[in-house]
């Protein structure tokens, strides 16, 4: 049984924890900000740096080919900015929470959208 709130957040957490990753150690969470354009993006950007946030910008081609009947405008095979705020801490579900609404404050405004939370862990953790 986790210790973490019954979520997506919690779960993930917990998924972590359950891999062996040391939860009492420093992590590096991305939290992705999706941007509809190039210069919406460097406005984010902007935005978030002057927050105090460790961010980069990212700019994905998308996996649409020339001949395919997919929609270009499809955001899960076009082509996307996003907007990294890099946080290096030791997990804390409740600080992840603050971070995701801080980040939506801060971005919704110039068109952007928080988009949750990924985590770099060591690929050598093994299960217990």
């Keep these: 049984m986790s210790n973490y709130p019954d979520d997506e957040d919690g779960a993930v957490l917990a998924d972590l924890e359950a891999m062996g990753v040391d939860m009492t150690q420093p992590l590096l969470f991305e939290f992705p900000v999706d941007a ?9 950007h902007r935005v978030m740096t002057g927050a105090g946030y460790d961010s980069h910008i990212e700019y994905d081609e998308g996996e649409l080919e020339d001949d395919e009947d997919e929609d270009p405008d499809d955001e899960e095979f076009g082509p996307a900015w ?9 997990p804390d579900y409740q600080k992840i929470i603050q971070i995701q609404k801080e ?5 919704e405004p110039l068109g952007g959208s928080a988009d949750g939370w990924g985590v770099m862990v060591d690929q050598d953790v093994e299960d217990e």
């Design 103 to 107: 980040l939506d404050q801060l971005v």
């Design 36 to 44: 509809p354009d190039e210069d919406t993006a460097n406005e984010i």
């Design 82 to 90: 996003t907007v990294f705020a890099n946080v290096r801490m030791i």
